[in-house]
């Protein structure tokens, strides 16, 4: 196997030699000034360095270690340097610290200590390089805007690429706020309308005496106020796909036009007598329950069987077990980088009110606390209080031992999966406990975990497995 690679930057030849029989299982790479040691490393990209902060041509001082620093780390962001400094120099330590050292020591070098400084360095890195490549791999989903790492949302983000490429009416069921737009979006890019218009109306959003002109246009004179002739909406999405939300708001007579449309794409602007030929695919999504509002004669039968040609279910967030953190850290780096506030983190206690919260509006409501959040905390943490969900702990609260053991359990694992992306393999490494253990306290829980290959296929894996939380 190959040897794990290490930069020494070090100008006094006997304690390179010194190095070189501490770290025997290391390839060792090793640079006596500055300049040779930014070659080594731009040509290496070496994950761990160790470097002694005095260097030619101020071999005394601290100036070149600390000005190579920063340059090795923009080289590879993600490498642990390790500096070395002298008992005098704490305050020098203490600098390249806070400018990204991974750690430090004093000399005159203790090896024992030193090595588990090193290969603390080296877990740290493979540990940041595996949650790297997880985050790669979600990065090539079909459906990119889509940040989940729950099995039925990858599940269903599968069948959206497979439909994608047929013109088969669509139909998206979920509570509001789930992302059911955004799918709908999916659908149309993926597929081989994604050069034509994708044109979106709300039902419930426009009033009934407008929502007909809105999606069938009309002529000049038609009624008052129709001063030119409009096109409407299926016009506008000619050749591209018409996105109905809300269909079940759509009000009686225009479900009989809308009927009429999806049998012959047919349809006739308001005071126009010329039949006009459209080409759109349509995909409806609605947050009621239609066989309910079939019974009650609020929705046609004949118009529903039509749309229904296949039904999404898009699952709350709620049921998503790990999502919520995971969609809570996505929005948190995005709205911090978009309205140029300092990084910030979530709290241990924050963490834990995101997974226990019910979240009945959804990722939007998630999003919203979170983009709240970040305006309006005044430290590096982002607390229960400042996302509003402080009470959400407190009213949760239960005297019996058992629940609270359990209760607390149940957290830990969540924030296992969501650091790990949902992988359930990389999970149980972060909790310390084997991949069968942490299967049956997923079952224990109600957390039912779905292996996407066996385990004999993980062996031969790369090192992590793609096993995910259902």
Known sequence: MNKPKLLIVEDDEGLCHQYRWAFPEHELFVAQTRRLACDIMARERLPVAIMDLGLPPDPNGATEGLALLPELLDLVPEAKVIVATGSEDLDHALQAVASGAFDFYRKPVDIEVLRIIVARAFNLYQLEDEIRRLRARTRLSPIGRIITGDHGMLKLCSSIERLATTDVPVL??????????????????????????????????????????????????????????TIGKFEAAHRGTLFLDEIGDLPQPLQVKLLRFLQDQVIER??????????????????????????????????????????????????????????????????????????????????????????????????????RSVIMSEGRLIEPADLELAGASEQSANLDIRAARMKAERQVIQLALAQSNGTIAAAAKLLGISRPTLYGLLEEHGMVAAPTKSAAEEDKSSGFSETRLA
């Open 172 to 229: 998206i069921l979920g509570e509001s706020g789930t992302g059911k737009e955004l799918l709908a979006h999916a659908l149309h890019e993926l597929g081989p309308r994604a050069d034509k218009p994708f044109v979106p109306i709300n039902c419930a959003a426009i009033p009934e005496t407008l929502l007909e002109s809105e999606l069938f246009g009309h002529e000049r004179g038609a009624f008052t106020g129709a001063v030119r002739q």
């Open 270 to 371: 308001i005071g126009g007598r010329r039949p006009i030929q459209v080409d759109v695919r349509i995909v409806c999504a609605t947050h009621q329950d239609l066989p309910t509002k079939m019974t009650q004669g609020e929705f046609r039968e004949d118009l529903f069987y039509r749309l229904n040609g296949v039904t999404i279910r898009v699952p709350p967030l709620r049921d998503r077990t790990s999502d919520p953190v995971m969609l809570a850290n996505y929005f948190l780096n995005r709205f911090a980088s978009e309205l140029g506030h300092q990084k910030k983190a979530f709290s241990a206690r924050a963490i834990s009110a995101i997974g226990e919260f019910n979240w009945p509006g959804n990722i939007r409501e998630l999003e919203n606390r979170v983009r």
